[in-house]
């Protein structure tokens, strides 16, 4: 799926994760990206952006590491990520589509397609492979790359 309507809520919580992604040390190595986990009844479980505790840890690793893997909300939880999660990585052996397995979320929500820039990206493929509903919600991918200009050779 190229482009999804979100619901408003969708939008605030996707919205939300890109916002995070303000929050992260600059980098000429490695996207800024944020997520926001939500329980169905719209709890927010955790919240993560990149290099929030380590140079190397990503967005999605930062918020899942905050919630009890045996939590019973994570199968119905929803992931909010301002970036496509990846699927490998340079830094570490374990990647953000495989932490998101680890953890049996079912739904995955991003906005902006990771770029070949560092690494060849296939997480949405791979999560979409394993059963996981995967939105890209590409009308909000310019907001993404905004934190992200200066990878992209903007400002």
Same mark, same amino acid.
């Given at each position: ?15 939300? /994760? ?16 944020? /997520?926001?986990?939500? /329980? ?36 119905? /939880? ?6 496509? !999660? ?28 990771? !770029? ?40």
């Amino acid at each position: 799926m190229s482009e999804s309507l979100l619901s408003a809520d969708q939008e605030l919580r996707l919205r939300r /994760a890109i916002a995070l992604a303000h929050l992260c040390p600059p980098s000429s190595t490695a996207f800024s990206v944020g /997520a926001t986990l939500v /329980a169905a009844d719209g709890t927010v479980l955790a919240e993560g952006f990149s290099r929030e505790e380590h140079p190397h840890e990503h967005a999605e690793e930062a918020a899942l590491r905050k919630v009890d893997p045996d939590d019973p909300r994570l199968p119905t /939880a929803v992931l909010y990520c301002s970036l496509e !999660p990846c699927s490998k990585r340079a830094s570490r052996p374990v990647s953000c589509t495989e932490w998101i397995l680890r953890a049996g979320i079912n739904t995955v929500v991003f906005a902006w397609r990771e !770029p070949s820039l560092f690494v060849d990206c296939e997480g949405a493929e791979l999560l979409r492979a394993a059963g996981v509903l995967v939105v890209e919600a590409a009308q909000y991918a310019e907001l993404a790359k905004r934190t992200n200009a200066h990878l992209l050779g903007g400002n």
